[in-house]
């Protein structure tokens, strides 16, 4: 019986370990999807990180990649540089395989 509590204990760990790796890809790719943005918006360098925390936070306002991909739309929109959703999809995507190439 201890080996498999071990064992239960090892997969636990693993499964928290794994969760919080992808809350870390996670928020890295809504940061470099923002500074994307950011210079699409044309801010100034100085507040292009700041802008890119607002992304990482819409993130936490619903499940899934909606919520990131309407405010920076909307913000896009405001300022006169529309962009269609399959090319803030696609830019979405190239962030998160850069952010897990540089978190890997």
């Known amino acids: 019986m201890k080996g498999l509590t071990e064992r239960e204990k090892g997969f636990e760990a693993e499964f928290k370990l794994n969760q919080e790796l992808r809350f870390r890809v996670a928020a890295h790719r809504n940061r470099l999807f923002g500074l994307w943005a950011a210079a ?27 919520d990131v991909i309407e405010k920076v739309r909307t913000d896009l929109d405001k300022a006169g540089a529309a962009v269609t959703e399959t090319e803030l999809r696609a830019e979405l995507e190239r962030a998160a395989a850069e952010a897990g ?4």
């Open 40 to 66: 699409r918006l044309g801010l100034p360098a100085d507040t292009e990180e700041a802008y890119a925390k607002t992304v990482v936070a819409a993130d936490f306002e619903a499940p899934g990649d909606a």
């Open 101 to 104: 190439r540089q978190i890997a």
